[in-house]
């Protein structure tokens, strides 16, 4: 039977966290760590998924693989499997082996890698070319096999980051137009690298912290009579009389303008200012937000006692990664800080990533 293989980044999240699912604006990247889905067509409907990183293997059929059917790690394959069957995709049964460097429960996207993969392989299986029409509803393929199949809530800024970002830039996404543009970062040139620390403090998106989030953003621009906090602005804050819902709508409307900040910053070459504002959005996600914790909170300051520019929480919280903008020749030191910091905390060693920026999905 014929066989496709398909390859997905994880990402991060430069600035603009939390605010994909409020229409606002975003900047992630994607990073040197991928996972790769080789598909392998069958004569029947039968369906199997198989993980070099974990232990039990799924089996079903291709009617299996909607709401309810599957669940943990393998809901994210399937579910993509189920939502390009109701997109009018008319699928073979199919094999389906997973392999993975990108570290589960950091908050650098390691399910949407898995999604992405499995759409950019199926698209390769079915003889779909990759053009940048089907990217785009491969994005929305992906989320709806996250959110209905997996049950996890996701605004779309992940499969967007993956599946549409280009090699030696980072993306900015509009989330109220669907409007998508590069952003070059010439860090290299810069002398300057951006480190991922990964807290190993395990996240995700399905325990409710990320929703109820999601659910305070939603109620606020109901309450404001707005269509999202997009539109919100500082001044709306008065006309909120919950203290919990002012911090939400506080966080989204000065991330979004950080974000546009930052791409002027980058624009610029002005990194001491973009370091400023990767520290005003860790402030604002641990303060007003809520979601940083203790370990991501010491990366942050140990980064920046070390000699970093900036730094900042990445993903969703409530644990995962922190990212740190710091000159290259600071970088070991950087690191062993964190290290000794950790350590004298109490805390579990962390994991120390390179970031990007590298290029999109594809097939291999």
């Given amino acids: 039977m014929a066989t496709s293989v398909g390859r997905s ?33 069958r004569a ?38 189920w939502a390009l069957g109701q997109a009018g995709w008319d699928l073979p049964g199919v094999d389906l082996a997973v392999d993975s460097t990108v570290p589960m429960g950091a908050g650098l996207s390691s399910s949407a890698a898995l999604e992405c993969a499995v759409a950019v392989a199926m698209a390769g299986l079915t003889g779909r070319p990759l053009t940048p ?46 409007s998508v543009r590069d952003v070059p970062l010439p860090w290299d040139a810069a002398g300057l690298t ?20 999601r659910d305070d953003c939603v109620r606020a621009a109901e309450m404001l009579g707005l269509p999202s906090l997009r539109r919100a602005t500082l001044a709306d804050l ?60 010491l990366v942050v300051t140990t980064a920046l006692e070390g000699g970093a520019l900036g730094a900042r929480m990445t993903g969703g919280g409530f644990g995962g990664s922190a990212i740190a903008l710091v000159p290259t020749e600071r970088v070991d030191a950087v690191r062993r800080a964190v290290d000794v910091a950790f350590v004298a905390a109490g805390f579990g060693p962390p994991r120390h990533l390179d970031a990007g920026p590298s290029g999109p999905a594809d097939l291999v």
């Fill in 9 to 41: 980044p994880g990402r991060v999240n430069l600035i603009g966290e939390h605010t994909d699912y409020t229409g606002g604006l975003c900047l992630p990247l994607t990073i040197p760590y991928a996972t790769t889905v080789t598909a392998t067509g």
């Fill in 44 to 81: 029947d409907d039968a369906v199997s998924v198989t993980s070099s990183q974990q232990d039990a293997p799924w089996t079903g059929t291709l009617a299996m693989t909607g709401p309810g059917d599957a669940e943990g790690w393998a809901a994210y394959a399937v579910g993509v499997l």
């Fill in 133 to 178: 029409e089907l990217r785009r509803r491969l994005v929305s393929v992906c989320r709806r096999a996250e959110s209905e199949v997996a049950g996890a809530p996701t605004g779309g800024l992940d499969q967007s980051a993956v599946l549409l970002s280009s090699p030696g830039a980072a993306l900015l996404i509009d989330f109220e137009d669907g």
């Fill in 194 to 213: 951006l480190l991922v620390v990964d807290t190993q403090v395990s996240h995700t998106l399905t325990d409710g912290g990320y929703g109820a989030r």
């Fill in 238 to 297: 008065d006309r909120l009389d919950e203290p919990r819902l002012r911090t939400r709508v506080r966080h989204v409307v000065t991330e979004n303008a950080r974000v546009e900040d930052a791409v002027a910053a980058i624009g610029a070459q002005d990194w001491p200012s973009l370091g400023r504002l990767l520290n005003a959005s860790h402030a604002s996600l641990r303060d007003d937000y809520d979601v940083s914790c203790a370990e991501l909170d």
